[in-house]
């Protein structure tokens, strides 16, 4: 057996923050695993050094099923957003392990591609219509299949999803969080133009997709899909918070709009009655938020049963060990949908050696043995932790509202 001999938290900030989990076995082969919780890093790397790692030395680094119950179930306070990604580092890790020591990359151990390439989404985004519209151009012209929409909203001087840069979309942003003004019916009536246009420039070949980011109540919800219903979106994306699963119930009472949801979401059970109840299309739970490739797995198999696909988050703070691994996931899984990529900088890309591929709106995780991505330790020390916070979102009144 691969018995783990040591295990190690690795925080660098190449740009942006990451937090990295490296296992190493007694016959030297090493494992990786993304432990990264945007703005909250340190309490995910602080569960993982002072309460994890003293429990995962000796232990037989091939029994990742046993390891995950371990863990859960050990810890007595289930489930939330620090304790599954420090798991879910582990679990990747430990796949990654299996894989090398096998030979073969982790998607063949989850039972071979279900496909040949995995369809991923960009993100266009412009502070006006016309902006979005043009990055949206060249991401056609680049070969994406798949594509989503974010523009600025008039009168309002920022908004979720529009960055200062045309490609990178970067919201942590600060030593303190930034404040954004929200106002719905302002954003109500942008949303449908910029559909409409993008329609008139992109044609009907391309998958047009949306964020909604939790800022509407399910009737606003079930209002905007109409109006985007016939610019046939592939799916409004986080329509109305979630902590009420039932809450989607009226959004699908009012319109046909894929709706997809999850990104936030760390367990089976933040997603059970929207699955069970055929309340949405898209499960958008991560690798790395959601308790590792092993329990996304579950999550995908429940979801299997209600003609519900995949849409994996997949944003810049999710780093590329975490998109090796859900590249592996999508590859594998039969019920998969669309995966997100927004893509790193150059120096996170360096920091974070990948064997994954994109070639005209396909990504592809590679046929290195384990996950095919490795940490630079040596760059990696050359970036120093930079506090950053997500942005907080307030009413035109001073109201504290969803970000
Ligand atoms: O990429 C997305 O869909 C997002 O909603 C981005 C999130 O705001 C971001 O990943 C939060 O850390
Ligand atoms: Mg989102």
């Not at 449908?192 to 993008?198: D, H, S, T, Y």
């Not at 999550?299 to 975490?322: E, F, K």
Request: net charge negative.
């Amino acid at each position: 057996m691969p018995k783990i001999v040591d295990a190690k938290v690795i925080i660098t900030c190449p740009g942006r923050n990451f937090v990295t989990l490296k296992i190493t076995c007694d016959d030297g082969t090493t494992g990786v695993g993304d432990a990264t919780l945007n703005g909250r890093e340190l309490s995910v790397a602080s569960y993982l050094t002072d309460h994890v790692i003293p429990c995962l030395i000796g232990r037989d680094a091939h029994r990742i099923e046993d390891v995950w119950q371990y863990l859960y179930k050990g810890a007595y306070w289930r489930r939330g957003p620090v304790t599954m990604t420090a798991i879910a580092a582990v679990d990747m890790a430990l796949w990654d392990i299996k894989g090398k020591i096998a030979g073969l990359p982790v998607y063949q151990l989850l039972g071979g591609a279900s496909r040949e390439g995995v369809m991923v989404y960009g993100h266009a985004n412009g502070t006006t219509i016309e902006d979005t519209i043009e990055v949206a151009l060249d991401y056609q012209a680049q070969g994406y299949k798949a594509i989503r929409l974010q523009c600025g909203v008039p009168g309002m001087a920022s908004t979720y999803g529009v960055s200062k840069d045309k490609y990178f979309y970067e919201p942590a942003d600060a030593d303190l969080p930034t404040e954004n003004v929200w106002n719905t019916a302002k954003y109500l009536r942008v949303v449908p133009e910029l559909f409409k246009a993008a329609r008139e420039a992109l044609g009907w070949d391309v998958h047009l997709l949306h964020d909604i980011h939790h800022r509407l109540t399910p009737i606003e919800a079930g209002r905007l899909g109409k109006d985007l219903e016939p610019y046939r979106p592939f799916w409004l994306e986080d329509a109305t918070p979630a902590e009420n699963q039932e809450a989607f119930k009226l959004i699908r009472q009012h319109t046909t709009a894929p709706l997809a949801v999850g990104e936030i979401f760390n367990s089976i059970w933040d997603c059970k009655d929207l699955i069970q109840n055929q309340l949405i299309d898209y499960i958008r739970a991560t690798v790395v938020h959601a308790g590792g490739i092993t329990h996304l797995r579950r999550i995908a198999a429940l979801a299997d049963l209600y003609q519900i696909r995949t849409g994996c988050h997949g944003a810049t703070d999710l780093s590329p060990v975490c998109m090796a691994a859900a590249l592996h996931f999508d590859l594998s899984v039969p019920n998969f949908g669309v995966q997100e990529y927004m893509r790193h900088t150059p120096e996170t890309d360096a920091v974070f050696p990948h064997a994954y591929t994109f070639e005209n709106g396909m990504m592809h995780p590679g046929e290195a043995p384990g996950l095919g991505v490795d940490i630079d330790e040596e760059l990696a020390a050359g970036y120093e932790y930079n506090r950053a916070f997500l942005p907080v979102n307030r009413l035109e009144d001073g109201t504290m509202y969803n970000w």
